[in-house]
């Protein structure tokens, strides 16, 4: 066998060798490293089903979470059995501050009114 024959077979043998450590090495850490995206610049939180009774007043606040802040909210009214859609008013929905939407709402229904409300959170 020739010194060239030696040579080329090492050599194949080393490209091999180098070529199965990086396909390990690009399976083990790729996917890894792609599974911890960055979080998603919004979040939308709401609060759960909140009962308002029959021509009572409420407010109602939520907040975001402490990495982020309010760039939006609003809110979600669920007729119950009997009650009209237009069975509520709407008093004032704002900013309270940096983190927190507030919400306040009259029930002009006779009976209880269900209220969801909205923050739109963004990070920083």
Known sequence: ???FNVFARRFN???????IALITLIAVFVPSALAQRPPSPYLYTSSEW?????NQSETLVWRCPS?????GGGFETEAISGNSA?????????PEDYRTWRLRF????????NVKIYNICALP
Not at 13 to 19: L, P
Not at 50 to 54: L, N, P, R, T
Not at 86 to 94: A, L, W
């Open 13 to 19: 043998r080393t490209v091999w060798a180098v070529a």
């Open 86 to 94: 237009e069975g509520f008013k709407m008093i004032h929905s704002y």
């Open 106 to 113: 009259r029930n002009t229904d006779d009976a209880a009114r």
């Open 50 to 54: 909140v009962s308002i009774g029959a």
């Open 1 to 3: 066998m020739s010194a």
């Open 67 to 71: 990495d982020r802040y309010t760039v």
